[in-house]
């Protein structure tokens, strides 16, 4: 094997040029295709990190039905049990209880719809580290009679620091529900949409406001590795009554960021298919080349007695070497591109921008460093150089030693 | 003894299209030890005929017993494997595989047959010595002269221990120097280590050197004499 090994790297150095250039154009899609998925999967993780680091989380406990009919009627009301079952798992880091609602915001002469988070001050932000995004004022006392508003809301609204917020709502079973709040910070939520319509209270104060007493809309539960979560869900599922309570991760609760992704990462192999092959298609004419360059070669080493498939073998390793040297070359290349957008997100304006708000996320570009990023490429050229290593053999098979030593 | 017995060959090429009658009927025996010239002009067959020998190609009719076993019978991998035990070949040009040094090259048969490193590197040295070649060990083929290509490729065609080497003209790229030294060294092979050698050519000087002269025309053999 050292002999063929041997054998088939001097060959492919023995046209230099070519061999760069085969090699070339394989780091020109290696690299290509890095970044490409470096950029997606960095970011669907900034999108993912969105949606569950500030606002879903990565679980959530509703009674059941919730979530497919997001009102006050559907809440649970807080038991030991369920309290129990949260405490005794594993792996989750923090949980905290909410209650959620809509509810019109007005002040002298505007109004919004806004949706307004009952939280536990301290647990929130264990979970969702709201006191970080203060921007002005101070963050909620434990049963505080005042709000935080998301900064966009406020500027809407045209409000300030310590005006007062006035709400109008439907509470529990239809109740009105009205109410004047003393506003004590202001909040700069990353998700642009939510940015436009939060109002944070403390769960008393919201419970209160909506005649909601003792009830919570959901549990938030955060955990310390995504990659957990499925099993987290299972055994919570398996230690509450699912008759009247649901567990939902954050993929259900958000099917369409979930389904974003997956169409997003469906274009992209399809531009990377697009990529690889035409690169294949060089390669393969390379390989074909070189091929019937060799003919007669094939026919003296044939002759004297070498066995078709030990020559097969020497071609084979030939061109996956070509596909592996590539590969080698686009990866080591990559690695410091990727690097360096990595630690340097690019930030998006214009257009681009206003559309990614729009979709309710951070206008940056971020790169992802996963192994995945290089892995996959090195992983596509690798079955595809083995795809094209089919011609040489096959080539081989058919060889006539008598033809090849006539050329 | 007879090494080679040929009985009654012929070769037909295309024979559905244009029929070409390029071997008709050539019966000849060959013994161990003999140094013979198969000569004739352009296209009376003698390529086909060595290629028929050395079971790189299949008669239309007769057969040929190499070492009392018929080749024609043999499976193709069978075919490639008493290729590499029985017949040493030296082809024209190149020969020689030109990513390896001439070292390698003469190794390489030896390798197929898988022979000891040691035996290998002994026999190697041995063999390009005996074709002058022991300072060129290194060397890849593109750096080496067509006569000392030549040259190793006759190492080569050795190194396996072959009972008889093929060569089909092998001095027809060589200057007359070259061909004359190439000519040479085989005379000296055969007469002191009595190695079968059987080449074709169309150089008088060539066949001048020759103990046995076969003259083939049209795909028949003309004459077969002693010399
Ligand atoms: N592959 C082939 N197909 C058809 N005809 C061939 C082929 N090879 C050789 N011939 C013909 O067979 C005859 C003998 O050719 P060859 O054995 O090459 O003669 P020589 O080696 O003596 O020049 C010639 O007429 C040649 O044209
Ligand atoms: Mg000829």
Redesign the interface.
């Known amino acids: 094997m050292k ?1 063929y090994m041997k ?1 088939a790297w ?2 492919l150095w ?1 046209n230099k040029r070519r061999t760069i250039i085969t090699v070339s154009s394989i780091f020109i899609a290696v690299l290509l295709s890095a970044l490409m998925k470096s950029m997606q999967e960095g970011s669907y993780d900034g999108m993912v990190d969105m949606a569950v680091k500030f606002y879903s989380g990565a679980i959530q406990v509703h009674k059941d039905g919730y979530w497919e009919n997001q009102r006050l009627n559907n809440s649970l009301r807080i038991n030991d049990s369920l309290i129990d079952a949260l405490e005794s798992s594993d792996h989750i880091n923090f949980y905290t209880p909410r209650i959620e609602s809509f509810s019109l915001a007005s002040s002298e002469n505007l109004t919004k719809g806004v949706m307004v988070l009952g939280i536990d001050p301290e647990r929130e932000n264990q979970v969702t580290k709201v006191k970080s995004k203060l921007v002005e004022g101070v963050y909620l006392d434990q049963n505080d009679e005042g709000v935080l508003l998301s900064a966009g809301l406020a500027k809407y609204l045209k409000l300030n620091l310590n005006d007062t917020l006035v709400m109008l709502g439907q509470g529990y079973h239809g109740v009105s529900a009205a109410g004047k709040f003393p506003i004590r910070g202001i909040i700069k939520h990353p998700n642009p949409e939510f940015n436009k319509m939060l109002v944070f209270m403390s769960i008393g104060q919201c419970q209160m406001f909506y005649s909601a007493e003792g009830l919570l809309t959901s549990f938030v539960i955060m955990v310390d590795d995504y990659a957990k979560i499925p099993k987290i869900q299972h055994s919570l599922i398996k230690s509450i009554n699912t008759n009247e309570y649901e567990v939902m991760n954050w993929e259900e609760m958000q099917p369409v960021l979930v389904q974003q992704i997956e169409s997003d990462r469906q274009t992209a192999v399809i531009f990377k298919g697009i990529l690889y092959l035409v690169i294949a298609f060089g390669i393969l004419g390379t390989i074909m080349m070189m091929m019937s360059e060799r003919k ?2 094939f026919g ?9 498939f ?1 020559l097969k073998t020497v071609v084979f390793l030939e061109t996956i070497l070509i596909g592996f040297v590539g590969t080698i070359v686009g990866v080591i290349g990559s690695l410091p591109v990727i690097w360096y957008f990595y630690k340097n997100p690019i930030p998006l304006s214009g257009k681009s921008a206003d559309a990614i708000i729009e979709y309710g996320f951070e206008p940056v570009m971020y790169f992802s460093m996963a192994p995945s990023v290089f892995l996959n490429q090195a992983i596509t050229i690798f079955v595809f150089t083995a795809v094209i290593a089919i011609y040489p053999i096959y080539y081989l098979g058919r060889l006539k ?2 033809n090849a ?1 006539r050329s | 003894m007879n090494i080679i017995e040929v009985k009654k060959l012929h070769k037909i090429y295309d024979q559905d299209t244009h029929p070409v009658h390029a071997v008709r009927g050539v019966d000849l025996n060959f013994k161990e030890g003999e140094f013979a010239a198969v000569v004739g002009p352009s296209g009376s067959g003698k390529t086909t005929f060595l290629n028929m020998l050395g079971g790189l190609d299949d008669p239309t009719e007769g057969e040929i017993m190499i070492d009392s076993v018929n080749i024609n019978e043999l499976s193709n991998r069978k075919k490639i494997n008493f290729r590499m035990n029985h017949i040493g070949f030296v082809f024209q040009a190149y020969n020689l595989i030109p990513v390896l040094t001439a070292k390698e090259n003469v190794e390489f048969i030896m390798h197929l047959q898988g022979r000891s490193k040691h035996d290998r590197e002994l026999r190697t040295k041995e063999l390009l010595e005996a074709v002058d070649l022991a300072d060129k060990l290194n060397v890849r083929p593109n750096k080496l002269s067509g006569g000392q290509q030549q040259r190793v490729a006759v190492a080569r065609a050795l190194a396996s221990k072959p009972k008889f080497i093929l060569a089909d003209e092998p001095t027809a790229n060589l200057d007359s120097k070259s061909a004359a030294n190439l000519l040479e060294i085989m005379e000296k092979l055969n007469r002191e280590e009595h190695i079968t050698f059987i080449f074709s050519t169309h150089d008088q000087r060539v066949v001048d050197k020759a103990r046995r002269v076969i003259t083939l025309d049209d795909g028949m053999i003309k004459s077969d004499v002693q010399v």
Do not use: D, W
């Not at chain 1, 003296?300 to 078709?308: D, E, L, S, T």
């Open positions: 002999t054998l001097r060959n023995r007669r070669e003296v080493v044939i002759a004297v007695g070498m066995q078709k030990k030693v008598i030593l």
